[in-house]
């Protein structure tokens, strides 16, 4: 389910009025006894405190759900699907509590296979079975050597709870995978290094819930319940339940458009899409967007909003439903205008916000070809190696001052031997055999005959250093991140939609949330349909603030970034 990777939407933090009703609902739906669960087992064992989930489609199979990830370490705890009726615990969960699901047993070298998309065939399965393990079952594989330690979870696709004896001619799927140790959920974190598989020492909970209430019960401990939990958590961490009124909302983004008119330089006719991105979204008073935006209003849409400015006279329109133009705005002679006071915005601060993410670094490699050789030869260097650009360079620079191929006369020109003339340096106009000293080197460099182009992609840690997340020595020039700015068919919504951040490190999900407080608008995550790669879209024209991202936050360089902006080329015509 998880060979490849997901498409997840942003992130949100689960509020605690959630997190309970979902502890709640598992606790029931898991059968655990409510009197061995105490706070800080649960946050310890089953929920972390601080938990954001998000909407996730798994292809090909096309699978939507939601999965649920602890803040503190950034790997998935839960997650559901549409059909899954309750959550279901990843290994990281089952780590911490292995007693939540029937146990299905299999040999070590088995995990690899599972590992590789393949289902637990009942001819690597270990009897005798849990009498839970019926067809249709949710339940944890583990392996014999560490029975402690679950590779895997899945359904069972037969009713192992009668076998008790595996025949010989006994054979087809004992279990179908859904989550497996190193696929792609498992690696959510976007984290490169392996998390290898815990001991068995390590794991100090019992394999059973009647072990579990043993063990609970013999520590003496006075546990309150889990509705009494529930209450602990209300009690110490107060949900904000706050909410405004649709008419206080509305206020809001009236007060918007007076001070966008008043305080901001407008350059009219504006499209209707940047007009509220750029402009009245950046100027709603410093309130949380999950408070103050577009859908809590009473226009809900954002042509609707406008029509209602410019039945206040505040703005003019042209053009028919969602397909308008602000073509003018009201000035000091309307009333709302000359009385309006300006009011502290949100601060759209310059210092950029902190990713998970470090910077990158490309390296770029040359390898010698044929046409090459003798250069090599006559320096007395290693021919069939890497090297980089400013090692080249210096190699020619010595190989010009140590054959003299410097005119004397004329110091800026050099005389083209056989070996410079086999490497494709051609002469200037005046006279065939001298060539400009400057641009010998980028005519050598330039000639694809003379050398096989590489490249890597390092990832570096907070403090510069590569921390071991290298790609593999890749044939030609590094990828580029392409950022696209188009305006949808039919509308006039622009788009500015980035692809190709995988190869870089980038995570989109990450990326959205940066862009959508950078822009101050919605940012979504799809899927572009030819490569199957996450593509990132935020509504307006951005072209300055991704690029400042993509270089400042993220390391990269301008030259790796590929901005197309059709609006410009409709602009010409």
Request: positive net charge; glycine residues 6%.
């Amino acid at each position: 389910m998880f060979q490849k990777n997901p498409i997840v939407k942003p992130f949100a933090n689960l509020k605690n009025s959630e997190r309970r009703k979902i502890i709640k609902s598992t606790i029931a739906s898991y059968n655990l006894p409510e009197d061995v669960l105490s706070l800080e087992f649960v946050n310890e064992h089953l929920f972390p405190k601080v938990i954001q989930h998000a909407v996730f489609k798994s292809s090909p199979s096309n699978f939507r759900g939601s999965v649920y990830v602890d803040v503190q370490t950034g790997k998935a705890v839960w997650f559901d699907t549409r059909d899954s009726g309750r959550l279901i615990p990843t290994l990281y969960t089952l780590w911490k509590a292995p007693f939540l699901l029937p146990i299905v047993y299999t040999h070590m070298g088995v995990v690899d296979h599972l590992s590789n998309g393949a289902n637990l065939m009942i001819r690597g399965c270990m009897p005798p079975f849990d009498g839970r393990a019926e067809k249709g079952v949710l339940v944890a594989v583990s392996v014999i050597e560490r029975p402690k330690v679950m590779v895997a979870v899945g359904y069972c696709s037969m009713d192992l709870s009668k076998i008790t004896e595996i025949a010989d001619n006994t054979a087809g799927v004992a279990v179908s995978i859904v989550h497996v140790y190193k696929d792609k959920l498992y690696k959510l974190d976007g984290k490169l290094e392996e998390d290898v598989l815990p001991k068995n020492e390590d794991i100090d909970m019992p394999t059973s819930i009647e072990e579990l209430e043993e063990l609970r019960n013999a520590g003496g401990e006075k546990s309150e319940q889990v509705e009494d939990t529930a209450e602990l958590v209300a009690e110490s961490h107060i949900d904000s339940t706050f909410s405004l009124s649709t008419e206080e909302v509305d206020d809001f983004f009236v007060r918007s458009v007076l001070y966008s008119i008043t305080q901001d330089k407008i350059d009219l006719p504006i499209d209707a899409s940047i007009f509220m991105s750029a402009h009245i979204l950046k100027n709603l008073p410093p309130v949380d967007s999950d408070l103050v935006n577009m859908k809590k209003t009473s226009w809900k849409k954002a042509h609707k909003f406008l029509k209602a400015m410019e039945k206040l006279d505040l703005v003019k329109l042209k053009g028919k439903g969602e397909d308008v133009i602000v073509v003018s705005v009201a000035d000091k002679s309307n009333q709302r205008v000359a009385k309006f006071e300006p009011y502290r915005v949100k601060k759209h601060s310059s210092r950029p916000v902190k990713c998970s993410s470090s910077s990158v670094t490309v390296q770029q490699l040359y390898k010698p070809k044929s046409s090459t050789r003798e250069l090599f030869n006559r320096l007395n260097m290693e021919y069939d190696r890497y090297y980089e650009e400013h090692e080249l360079k210096e190699l020619v620079a010595d190989y010009i001052r140590q054959f003299r191929l410097a005119r004397e006369q004329y110091p800026k020109l050099i005389r083209i031997d056989p070996t410079m003339s086999e490497m494709g340096v051609k002469g200037i106009k005046q006279t065939i055999n001298s060539a400009e000293r400057s641009g010998v080197f980028a005519m050598i460099i330039g000639k694809s005959s003379n050398f096989q182009q590489f490249y890597r992609i390092v990832k570096n840690g907070d403090n510069g250093e590569d921390n071991g997340r290298t790609s593999k020595m890749k044939k030609g020039s590094p990828p580029k991140i392409t950022v696209l700015i188009e305006q949808v068919r039919g509308r006039r919504k622009i788009m500015t939609r980035i692809s190709g951040l995988e190869k870089y490190y980038i995570q989109p999900e990450e990326l959205a949330s940066v862009l959508k407080v950078k822009c101050s608008g919605s940012a979504t995550i799809g899927e572009k349909p030819v490569t199957g790669l996450a593509e990132v879209s935020v509504q307006g024209s951005h072209e300055k603030a991704v690029e400042e991202i993509l270089v400042k936050q993220y390391g990269l360089k301008s030259s790796w970034i590929d901005v197309t902006d059709k609006l410009k080329k409709q602009r010409r015509k």
